[in-house]
Each structure stands twice: as structure tokens, then as C-alpha cells.
């Protein structure tokens, strides 16, 4: 039974011409108090039974698309309120699933699905129709008209703020400059105005109006007072801007800090009164254990009054601009391995302080601890893995770590180039890649043009052709039957900055020969491989070029003809052959170093970032998206590969 939706027609009101809208933002990493009417979506009363729903739009004018359908749980959470200082339980709206664009959900019941409609405005006023069509696997529809009006723009200005986050002390005054910039059409006026709707901060502002002529740029000055008895920390701002068109909230933070003379404590003060606040909460207490140390004042790069507390399992870390937040466990550990909130690499801002708790991944199972540039995911397969809000702007449309990408499985990694130069950035995830090149906005690496594969068949030849020789070159009466399958592959593993990749299990028939007069003992045996790259991860400069190998797990025989002959000592003997010791991750499987850069006029360009062993049992070699001369790299890699693999099996 498809459960109702509402509103019954959705109108998006009055648009410019040409203009964009990804469609309404939610904040998915809190939950939403319950009840809530989520306006500018479609959204259904709770589920009357478990079903999957259908979401489709018909847009004759290519206007309207579906962005994305989120499924909600409905039920009691537990939040810190600040206006009580505890926390509380209330009702409210958690994510549960997620899917981008049009297509089928799987909903339980109870559950609340919210579709969001995204639009392209055209070149000419009018209105705009469609209609979203939404069906479950119960034969149940539901039709329900979008709608908007496109208008010309009259006069049009741009507006700018010389930083989104300020401090003032209290009792005191602060500036903000801002730029007010003509675009088109006749003179204009810009008012900026506090809003009404965030007071927490006790600061006020004085209106201001800026004139600009055609053609011209106008700087003036946001003049901000904060009251005597203002709360000390950081508060959200939101100034309205009046003008021709319709322009954005300008959301500012704005962080108070003790007026002169002492006022209301010393930072200090408030860092020992926060970090205890933050530790000895029920909740948080026993992930931290007890304290290692005092509190001690600590190097952030802007940070303002920054300070930390170790404990036994974790650190809670505060400053006037973040607050406090505890970090615990692995990802403490990482997090203390990268630099804290130094560490850094070439063109990437530092990570930064916490600026949340230790948080529940969307999937219910990873953790999540969020920095002031980036995130450290930790899950039981892949361990603690930065992700830099570099790549973090590709994942999140994507669905984060519920989306078809997975977890991050190694650092965030910028290319380290001999010269130093911020390049290229990528991050790998269970089933992907994300680049950026610090000029375009990140890209998820995908395709034949930025992809180049070693399929499962023919990996399974070129190891079977690896085992084949190792055993002729040991001489120990074994050989192999024809045929070789893949028994299994399995998940990621468990590691710190860079998870283990994922382990194919080669199954062959084998037989040992017993000479002349006994018959040859055939045999089953099963071969662990774990490929990847046998350079140093830890090498100052990325090489050149990089060898790929395999590393051999623990041998299995079973499905022996004889008894005559030992289990054991047929692993042993097979042991010997495929696994010398000690043993080297290029010791049964080598390809010819493969070359990851090539040159341009004389300059390096990196082609090959990345390789993931795919699930179905073969390779993916992730390359460059960002090709100087504005061709791809996939197509040449390719056949760099090809010629790399008809070598190894002709060797």
C-alpha cells in the first residue's frame, strides 16, 4: 500500500531565467525534530507497510529533475540541548537510506521517504511543468504536479564578505569588510540586515546600504557590537541582503571571545569547564576513560586559544572557534599519527580540531569523527582512513559511505612530486576513486576514458601461468591439471591510513608424481593472493614508476587421492615453491614496473593514481581525469596494461 504524499502539487515559485537549483539542503548528519512538513520536497506520511517505492519525473522541457529520494526513521534519539546544558530525548527524523536520482527504494514501515526535485530554469519567462510519479510494488501511484515561473532579471549585483567567520570580543566592536559588485542592468542599492531568526550570540549590527553604478565595485564596512554579558564561543549569524535580485542569506560564524580586561574568564577557564563538561558526560565518559593528563594549551593553525586533554582511550580538544569535541579509540590513534590537527600534505589545508563527536556512520555500523578540513571514517574492514573536504565534495553526492562507493580505504593522497607542487589529489574508496587537481572541483574516476582493467579471466591466467612456473623452476615431481577458478574473494582489510586490499583465493588441481610404479596422488589447493603496489608507501617523493605484485597467504590442499602422501606435506612442499622466505610481496607475482607519470614539454604528469581489486575478482587501474592537453589517459593505460600482461604470460 503506497502511503500518502504530500503536498499535492509542489510549486517552486518565482525563478530567474537560466538559473540553477540542486533543490532543498538538509542537514543529514543531525536528526530532524519530528514533526516537520519539509518544504520545497515531496515527502509521505509514515509507511503503512514494508514496500519499494518508484520515483520518476516527466519533464517535457527538460526543466525538473529528480535529485535524490531519502528515507527517514522515525523515533525517539537522545541530543544535548544547550539552553538546558543536558541532554534530552525528543522525537525526531534519522536518515536510513539514501538513493540519487530517479529510481526504486526499499521502505519499511514507519518509515518517512523525502524526494527532492532539482531544476534548470530555461532562457525564456513562462511557466515551467512536470510532474513527479511515484508507484510501489503494490500497483499502488501517485501523480503530483511541479511547477515554477521563469522571469527576466532586472538589475543584478553580487556580494561578497572578506571572511565567513569573525571574532569579537565582548563588550567590543568588530568590522567585516564587504564588496558589493554590478553586474548587470541599472544602478542598485544592497541593504544588509540581521536577521531575526539566530540570536544566540547577542550581537547586533548596524544596517547598511551600499550604492553601486553600472560597471562599478563598492567596498564598505559591516560594523558588528557584541553586548557586555554575551555568551563566550561561536554562534551562527545570518545577515539578509536586499537588492534587485534575489540574493542569499550571507551565513557568517562568529566566535566571542572574553573582553578586555578578563570579563567573563580566561580562555582557560573555559577550556578546563568544556573539556570536563565534554568528558564526564554520560554518554562520552566511558569511550575516554580517565584522564592522562592536564589540560594543556596546543599549536592549531587558526585556531583561537586552542587546548587538549589526553585521557586513557582518547582526547577532547577545544577552542573558542570549535568548542569542545572528543576524539576516541582508532581514530584518536590515526588522528595522533597524521600530526593531529597539524597534519598536512602538499596543497592541503590542515586537518584541523574536531568539530564533532564521534558519531554513528550512516550505515549504523562505521564511525565518523568530523574536523575543521576533512573526516577520519573508521568501519571493522577498513579501519581509520582520512578523507579531506577535497574529496569530501565529490563523496557526499554520491551518498557517502552508503553510496556506491564504500568507505575511504586509504589517506586522502597528494601527489608528492619532486618539485613540491600541489598537483593532483585523489582518495580511494572500497569501490572507487575521487580526484581533484585543486583547479576543478573533485571528480569520481569512472569510465573507459579514466579506467584502465585486468579482467578476472585474465587474471586468473597470468596466476595460473606464475604458479605454473614456480613449481617447474623447484623441481619438486608437482604439477599442475589444466583449469584454475577464483574460490572467492573477500572484503577489505583491517588497517591504519591505507586498508588491506581485498584477497583473491586461486583454486587449481595439482597432482604429484610417485614415480613409476605408484600412481600420481592428484590433489586441490587453494592459493591466497593479495595484490597491490611493492614500493615504499612512506617514500618522500611518489616514484615513477610502480612494480605490482602479490603477496601468498596460507596454502590449503585438500581432495587428496592418496592417503598415502600427507596433507601437510604437500602444503609444505607448495609452501616452498610459491612462498620463499623470507617472504617478498613480488616473490610468486611481478608485472614489469608500470610507469605512473609521463611528461608533457618537460613537466611530470601523473596517469596512474590508484589500483583496486574489484569485487567479481580483477583489477581497476584509476588514472589522471585531469589531462593537461585536455585528452584522457584511459585508452593509453590500457593498452600499457595489455602490454604489460601478453609479456608476463610470453615470459
Known sequence: MLPTFSPQSLDLGKVFVNTTDPGVDLDLNDPLPFPSDFPGTIHSDPAPQNTTISVAIESPSGTFQIRDSILFDVGMVRIFDPDVGHFVRIKAYTVAGWHAGPGSIAVEAGQVLVVRVAFKAGPEPGTQTGQVSITDSDSGAATIPVSLQTIAR?????????????????????????????????????????????????????????????????????????????????????????????????????????????????????????????ATDPEIAPRLGTPTGDVQPITS??????????????????????????????????????????????????????????????????????????????????????????????YGPTGFEVGPLGYPTLDTHSWKRADAQARLVWGLFENGCIAANFKAPAVVVAGSDNTAEIDRDTLEKMVRHAIDKKIHEKDINVGLHPGIAIAGV???????????????????????????????????????????????????????????????????????????????????????ALVPSPPQITDTFQLDPIPVEKKFNGDPVRIIMEMLVTPEGGMRFFCNPFSPLGGVFGPEVQLQISDQVTKFLDS
Not at 534575489?246 to 574568564?265: H, N, W
Not at 574536523?371 to 568501519?379: A, L, M, R
Open 154 to 278: 532586472g538589475g543584478m549585483v553580487e556580494t561578497s564578505v572578506a571572511a565567513d567567520h569573525f571574532s569579537i570580543r565582548a563588550a567590543s566592536a568588530a568590522e567585516l569588510p564587504v564588496t558589493v559588485t554590478w553586474k548587470s542592468g541599472p544602478a542598485a542599492d544592497v541593504t544588509f540586515r540581521k536577521s531575526d531568526i539566530l540570536l544566540d550570540a547577542k550581537v547586533s549590527m548596524q544596517e547598511t546600504t551600499v550604492h553601486v553604478e553600472p560597471g562599478e565595485t563598492r567596498n564598505a564596512t559591516l560594523l558588528f557590537r557584541a553586548d557586555p554579558d554575551a555568551k563566550l564561543g561561536t554562534f551562527d549569524l545570518a545577515i539578509q541582503q536586499f537588492g534587485p535580485n534575489r540574493l542569499p542569506f550571507l551565513d557568517l560564524r562568529v566566535t566571542i571571545t572574553p573582553a578586555p580586561g578578563g570579563g567573563t574568564g580566561t580562555a582557560g577557564d573555559l577550556a578546563r569547564t568544556a573539556i570536563k563538561q565534554k
Open 301 to 394: 593553525p587558526g585556531a583561537v586559544e586552542a587546548f587538549a586533554q589526553r585521557f586513557q582511550f582518547g582526547t577532547v580538544y577545544f577552542s573558542l572557534f570549535t568548542g569542545a569535541h572528543e576524539v576516541n579509540g582508532e581514530i584518536n590513534a590515526h588522528y595522533d599519527d597524521l600530526g593531529g590537527p597539524l597534519a598536512s600534505q602538499i596543497g592541503l589545508q590542515n586537518l584541523g580540531l574536531p568539530i564533532t563527536d564521534e558519531k554513528v556512520a550512516l550505515d549504523g555500523k562505521g564511525r565518523i569523527s568530523d574536523f575543521e578540513n576533512g573526516s577520519i571514517y573508521w568501519h571493522p574492514r577498513t579501519g581509520p582512513i582520512l578523507n579531506h573536504d577535497i574529496i569530501k565534495a565529490a
Open 490 to 576: 573477500s572484503d577489505w582489510q583491517h588497517g591504519f591510513g591505507a586498508s588491506g586490499r581485498r584477497i583473491i583465493t586461486f583454486r587449481l588441481r595439482g597432482f604429484k608424481d610417485m614415480g613409476k610404479i605408484l600412481p600420481d596422488v592428484d590433489f586441490t589447493f587453494d592459493v591466497p593472493l593479495q595484490f597491490g603496489w611493492a614500493d615504499d608507501p612512506m617514500s618522500i617523493i611518489d616514484p615513477g614508476s610502480r612494480t605490482l605484485g602479490a603477496r601468498v597467504g596460507n596454502i590449503a590442499v585438500f581432495d587428496v587421492s592418496a592417503t598415502s602422501i600427507p596433507v601437510l606435506e604437500l602444503v609444505n612442499v607448495l609452501a616452498d
